[in-house]
């Protein structure tokens, strides 16, 4: 073997001499960007350890004085809940020990406990507990009417939202926003954190496709409060015709974006867990297709399958359970892939989608009809067919999202 410089050359010494000096230097890098990023992820802890995040609902003081004298409505769910000393109190509760005057609550998509399955006609009740009269904006009517809105003074939302576009919760939001305008009544929205607003990502809304599962021009994943869009929903004009709302935004205490936040209470039923959430907007897509992603297991949105994959190791059997009383392939051994131990993602991975759409049969119809308005635009669909792997449909998403941001920068209440 021949040697550009010979070894034990005084040139091959210094050469090696140099190498190892590199090295060295390489290891002492790493180790001081390992020890910056690790400070930094503990500044973050120490921060949220000192300085918990408080919801706007706990931060009664703030809103209770306009809810004085006045004929109130709440647009609330399981979700809507006050901590005190560890224990969790219904908004609802807690507002009635205040004296306030509730007339009627509003209950959104799976209804006012939490406990329908995703899409589920929900009809209007009377809450056992409190006698009040619980009238559905997901069942005949997803809109309040003017009868529906009568004799009110202020309308009360909070609910508990997780900064997906086709998570339904926004829409109600913006429904009653409307229906508020429309009918002169003012709003105020309690604000909650966004488990998933570190970041925005995904297939921008076209208008033609809006619906309930998205209403306005945002990309799949927003990276904003409740609070934050209620008052870029109003500000850009969104609602019908343009009208605004008298809208009044509670805000969070102590909230960056940045910062995690474990939601304590499952916020429907198919989403037990922070995986899940985290896992909802790539995931959330096979709600349009025909494949299974976890309904009828303890493990919705962290797993996916079919009982046409490929045979591996990894399956399950889907059954009738909370929140999924008839899911897909009900009763079937399904072989699939098993999400639950991945790291926390900030982007929306569409690598599911585009592994499970090349294992599905020639045979079998993958997408289904709703597949278009979970995306938000036919582009998606076309992508997959047409062979584009994930990194790739994802790199057609950027022009539309730094758009957006620019939009978005207006309506920040938290850094």
């Not at 009110?152 to 229906?179: C, H, K, L, P, W």
């Not at 869009?229 to 102590?254: F, H, R």
């Not at 990894?314 to 399904?334: A, D, H, I, M």
């Amino acid at each position: 073997m021949k040697y550009l410089i010979q070894p034990k050359s005084k040139y091959y010494i210094l050469v090696s001499k140099l190498l190892v000096f590199i090295f060295i230097l390489g290891v002492i890098s790493c180790k001081e960007n390992k020890n910056k990023i690790n400070t930094q992820i503990a500044s973050i802890v120490t921060k949220a350890k000192t300085n918990p995040i408080i919801t706007a609902a706990n931060q009664t003081e703030k809103y209770l004085p306009l809810l004085k004298n006045k004929k109130v409505a709440v647009v609330a769910n399981q979700t809507s809940v006050i901590e005190v000393k560890s224990r969790f109190v219904h908004l609802v509760d807690t507002l009635l020990l205040h004296h306030i005057n509730i007339v009627k609550v509003f209950a959104p998509e799976h209804g006012f406990r939490g406990k329908a399955d995703a899409g589920e006609h929900i009809v209007d009740d009377v809450d056992v507990k409190t006698g009040l009269p619980i009238l559905s904006l997901h069942g005949k009517t997803r809109k309040a009417t003017p009868k529906m809105l009568e004799g009110i003074d202020i309308i009360v939302f909070d609910i508990q939202d997780v900064g997906v576009r086709f998570y339904t919760y926004i829409s109600t939001m913006s429904n009653m926003m409307e229906a508020a305008a429309e009918n002169n009544i003012p709003i105020i929205v309690l604000d909650r954190p966004n488990p998933n607003g570190h970041f925005v990502d995904g297939p921008m809304l076209q208008t033609e496709h809006k619906s309930f599962l998205g209403m306005h021009p945002i990309p799949l994943v927003y990276g904003m409060t409740i609070g934050e869009y209620a008052k870029m929903v109003n500000g850009e004009k969104w609602l019908k015709s343009g009208i605004q709302c008298d809208l009044t935004v509670i805000p969070l205490k102590n909230y960056t974006h940045d910062l995690a936040y474990h939601l304590p209470i499952r916020p429907s039923p198919n989403l037990p867990n922070d995986k899940s959430i985290n896992l909802y907007p790539g995931l959330g897509f096979f709600e349009g297709t025909i494949i299974n992603a976890g309904r009828g297991t303890e493990f919705q949105f962290q797993r996916y399958g079919a009982p046409f994959f490929p045979k591996i190791d990894f399956n399950y059997t889907p059954q009738p359970n909370f929140g999924s009383k008839n899911p897909k392939f009900k009763g079937e051994l399904c072989y699939g892939v098993d999400l639950s131990k991945t790291t926390k993602l900030s982007k929306v991975d569409v690598s599911a989608i585009v592994d499970a759409y090349h294992k599905t049969p020639k045979n079998q119809k993958f997408f289904g009809k709703t597949f278009t308005i979970h995306a938000g635009n036919l582009k998606l669909q076309q992508q997959i067919e047409s062979g584009m792997n994930a990194k790739e449909i994802r790199a057609t998403w950027q022009k539309d999202i730094e758009k957006f941001k620019k939009v978005r920068k207006k309506y920040l209440i938290y850094d």
